[in-house]
T-cell receptor
Framework: DTAVSQTPKYLVTQMGNDKSIKCEQN?????MYWYKQDSKKFLKIMFS???????INETVPNRFSPKSPDKAHLNLHINSLELGDSAVYFC???????????FGDGTRLSIL | GDSVTQMEGPVTLSEEAFLTINCTYT??????LFWYVQYPGEGLQLLLK?????DKGSNKGFEATYRKETTSFHLEKGSVQVSDSAVYFC???????????FGKGTTLSVSS
């Protein structure tokens, strides 16, 4: 029933590890996004895909690699995790400008 | 570039007080404007939106009017409740599939 679902909800791992966060939407939207929310609650776009094609790629380290196997899924893989990657990562989806973006509940990533 | 500026928080109010959270934007075109709310430990939910000048968005007693002349989209509620305690984000976007540009968020704390 959930519109945008992310897994896992919490991710605690060591520096240097590689991890993935998965996102799925069942709304039939064409566009999906990854946002990063830092410790001060500031939200910033990382990536956006439209129909499996990358359309936004902000200044993000190339250790972060999004993958969209189909338009309902957008996964985020992170290599060689660093302390500064600790944040909450939100997936979202939308159909067009006049329709709101729907957000998942977030994945809280903590790097030890 | 385009940006959104919100009043600094936290905002602390007593139940039934009047709420205003200021939001102004800088944009080269005619964006759509949104207010999102984030309750503790949850993802973002759309609170209200406006897609053109003089539109008023409203939901759950909250209102905001798209003011092109002052480039503002201030959020108001006549009588806040404890359950309104959350972080409120003002945001804008342009075209279909473009990312939201967020303000830094304003934390609202309502006490009984």
């Amino acid at each position: 029933d959930t519109a945008v679902s992310q897994t896992p909800k919490y991710l605690v791992t060591q520096m240097g590890n590689d991890k993935s966060i998965k996102c799925e939407q069942n709304l039939g939207h064409d566009t999906m996004y990854w946002y990063k929310q830092d410790s001060k609650k500031f939200l910033k776009i990382m990536f956006s895909y439209n129909n499996k094609e990358l359309i936004i790629n902000e200044t993000v380290p190339n250790r972060f690699s999004p993958k969209s196997p189909d338009k309902a899924h957008l996964n985020l893989h992170i290599n060689s995790l660093e302390l500064g990657d600790s944040a909450v990562y939100f997936c979202a989806s939308s159909q067009d400008q006049d329709q709101p973006q729907h957000f998942g509940d977030g994945t809280r990533l903590s790097i030890l | 570039g385009d940006s959104v500026t919100q009043m600094e928080g936290p905002v602390t109010l007593s139940e039934e007080a009047f709420l205003t959270i200021n939001c102004t934007y800088t944009a080269t075109g005619y964006p759509s404007l949104f207010w999102y709310v984030q309750y503790p430990g949850e993802g973002l939910q759309l609170l209200l939106k406006a897609t053109k000048a003089d539109d008023k968005g409203s939901n759950k007693g909250f209102e905001a009017t798209y003011r092109k002349e002052t480039t503002s989209f201030h959020l108001e509620k006549g009588s806040v409740q404890v359950s309104d305690s959350a972080v409120y984000f003002c945001a804008l976007n342009y075209q279909a599939g473009t990312a939201l540009i967020f303000g830094k968020g304003t934390t609202l704390s309502v006490s009984s």
